[in-house]
């Protein structure tokens, strides 16, 4: 296990009913006057946004909210947002949605602290402020993790970068209300996409080069696991509240780093998906449906082993000891196909992609720079071949 | 899934030589002037002792230091911290050792913000104070979990009583820093307690009446097995840093309350473990590797498909689909073979008990109140049944 720190001081309040008490939580973490930044009419629709803003009116905390927030967030609202803040004055910002609002919400928090243009941060040439606004947030997708994460990941406008900003504790919202009856009413594109992300989540860890991490080996398994388990009960029963709660819960911990702490990590399949986000706009999860069998087929034979154990325990699939090879591939078949039941594209034409455009991602990625990834170093090249890979059955 | 609140918001700081940045994070949380609480001489002879003190030297931070905690920590060194404190206007506690010294620390951190005798807290007569003095922890035992954990246990001389205080997130380290390599030099005897300590912890959450659970279950599984894994591998070989690692980060877990939220716990094996400690002053891990067995003899047929599938997934068993029970009596009996290849007793005399104690333990135990428990009941007739099976083999 390698050293490691590990600072997630955000409180979670779990449950049916919790958002009543967002008001509180606000003013326990010094907000007196909050942005609440929302996206578009579902928040309103499941009720909500009513819930969270009576809280808010009664423990009498004045709000403006900032709304319109898409997947795929762009850098457009974080300036409104933050133009917002200063102008009126706000102290806390207050999230209600999924990730991309959450991110947002996050950017407007460092970006109002930040003197320059915020993108210098994500750009890699500003530091970020030690002292964001503090955000709160009310989640109503189980997918991104983001209400417990380090993590803020933006597009923007100009280049059409989806880029992420340097991972800081500073980003991890005070507070974040997590009731799984909100999620019961996701269409089940939208639900699906979310199990995709959290299960990516767990597997840019597990599939590490750091050797003896057994404890955190397990963690990852006992949560990829789970979200197979609940993933497939709630596709066959969306109003299934205890498999959302599983899976609402297993989306904050495949994100907040506990499964991963002491371990070398990967992250190529998510830096490949975001170019498929930027061309296509399609979702984060889509993107990744679509990439990560194929990275897992390109870069297996890096360790089999780890990739037959990965079978053996997500999967229930035997372990053929003399061809771990077999296993190993049959592990990724079956993540395929669960992909496929959750009703998830897994090739490049399913989200309207084409093989012409691979050579165009692959130097579009390149103002990020290269290599990425960890189990396997991935260049300009390699990008190409899991690309290409994407495109076939 | 029941509805919870989770706030851990300790920073951790894990791995070997991170003891090097006390000072600093003691400055990070505000510490001027710092108690530091240590147990006997062992925290010295590792070198802990002295790289802690220069890392507080190099941060330009003044200390005291408070010694001779004992385990089954004692309510007058408790005294004589808060006075110290007051005396000299001390503003952060610092505990070097384990659960006994960060017990010790929690006990004088709220005490000394407490109007009147902080043992009122313990007895439920006074309020927890909101705010009590920060504390940080630096862990060189592998075992309660107290370097994570909302709990605190002492046992005050007068009356013998050894209590824990109420459950408070204002209880949880500031940080912790966490170096497996100070563990490697523990005699067996204290490894194997802390092993037992912190398998019990998974334990009380896991058995549990709560339905819908799945996410829990397999993290607490995934603890269970890692611990019995590491602990085996320690004892065998005491200098493995990475097992060593294992088992202390999986300590942390087991008590930090991540494995037991949303769902109802028992802590029964802890409270009968709390009497044999108090009538014979053995170490808590090896009161609870006499009483957990016997409890779950004593509980399993309350629902022995729990008890079947903890066999299964923690000791490897092969389920008995028809016949369950054998199933729950094998894991039961592969629990006691571990303690044993830990060299831990299993039995009454083994600890210098014996049965014509049990009513006067009974009686005492009455001064806390009766029933406790969760996944059974256990009122003086059960305690005294359970403590009667501790008796034979």
Known sequence: MNNFTFYAPTLFAFGDGEEKKCGELVRRFGGTKVLLVIGGGSAKKIGAFDAVTASLTAAELPYTVLEGIQPNPRSGKVYEGINIV???????????????????????????????????????????????????????????????????????????????????????????????????????????????????????????????????????????????????????????????????????????????????????????GHELSAFYDCAHGASLAVVMPAWMKYVMNENPARFARFAVEVFGCELNPMQVEKTAKEGIRHLRSFFRVLGMPTTLGEIGATVEDIPAMVMHRSAKGFPFGGFAEIGPAEMADILCICEGE
């Open 86 to 272: 200063r102008r009126e004055g706000l102290d806390f910002i207050l999230a209600l949605g999924g990730g991309s609002v959450i991110d947002t919400a996050k950017a407007i928090a460092f970006g109002a602290k930040y003197e320059g243009d915020f993108w210098e941060v994500f750009a890699g040439e500003g530091q970020m402020p030690s002292d964001p606004l503090p955000i709160g947030t009310v989640l109503t997708i189980a997918a991104a993790g983001s209400e417990g994460s380090a993590s803020c990941v933006i597009t923007h406008e100009a280049g059409n970068l989806k880029w992420g900003a340097p991972k800081s504790d500073a980003l991890r919202p005070r507070f974040s209300v997590l009731n799984p009856r909100y999620t019961c009413a996701l269409p089940p594109y939208q639900t699906a996409c979310g199990i995709v992300d959290m299960f990516a989540h767990v597997c840019e860890r597990y599939f590490t080069t750091t050797p003896d991490v057994a404890l955190t080996d397990r963690l990852c398994e006992a949560l990829m696991k789970t979200i197979v388990e609940a993933g497939n009960k709630v596709m066959a029963n969306p109003m299934d509240y205890h498999a959302r709660a599983d899976l609402m819960w297993a989306g904050m911990l495949a994100h907040n780093n506990s499964c991963g702490v002491g371990r070398a990590q990967d992250w190529a399949s998510h830096q490949i």
